[in-house]
């Protein structure tokens, strides 16, 4: 799982770019999902 989570990621981080705060939001808010995904799940 965490190998395509981090290729996930890697994917957003892609499309929104590094560059300016839009990639870490990305991350940010990636992070979140998926942490509440495992405590749902």
């Known amino acids: 799982m965490r190998i395509v989570t981090a290729s996930l990621l890697r994917s957003r981080i892609a499309r929104t770019g590094t560059r300016g705060k839009g ?3 990305a991350v940010a ?3 979140i999902r998926v942490v509440r995904e495992a405590i749902g799940a």
Do not use: I, K
């Open 23 to 25: 990639g870490w939001l």
């Open 29 to 31: 808010d990636y992070r």
